[in-house]
């Protein structure tokens, strides 16, 4: 009868401990109101590719500029809204200084989420 006892106790405290974790949940969710008002539609740039060229040129978005106009063009999508994706690649060709100048304009201009692409 002692070892039946001792089994019952032991499955009691299992169920003890075990009936509060089945309760808990790991993930929170936040329900919508009814007072809630719809978002305004505003543009945003979620990434923005940056290809510099052999000769001079730097592809921002697929849309050809020179290098001494990066900075515009560059501004106009970082302030658009949001935090964009920065991801710079480059030509086998490129000196290295023109990639590193690049990269530190696009930090200068406020991009601070930067990545380094290759092929």
Not at 23 to 31: C, E
Not at 67 to 92: F, I, M
Not at 98 to 114: C, I, M, P, T, Y
């Amino acid at each position: 009868m002692t070892p039946l006892i001792d089994v019952s106790l032991v499955l009691v405290v299992i169920l003890m401990v075990a009936t509060p974790m089945a309760f808990q949940s790991g993930i929170t969710v936040n329900a919508a109101t009814a007072t809630g008002r719809a978002a305004q539609a505003k543009p945003e740039v979620e990434r923005v590719e940056l290809i510099v060229r052999a000769n001079g040129m730097v592809a921002v978005n697929n849309a050809e500029v020179p290098r001494d106009k990066l900075g515009p063009a560059l501004n106009l999508l970082l302030k658009s809204g949001g935090d964009p994706l920065v991801v710079v690649r480059c030509e086998d060709e490129v000196a290295h200084g023109q990639f590193v100048s690049v990269l530190d304009e696009a930090k200068a201009l406020g991009a601070s989420r930067l990545a380094v692409g290759g092929d």
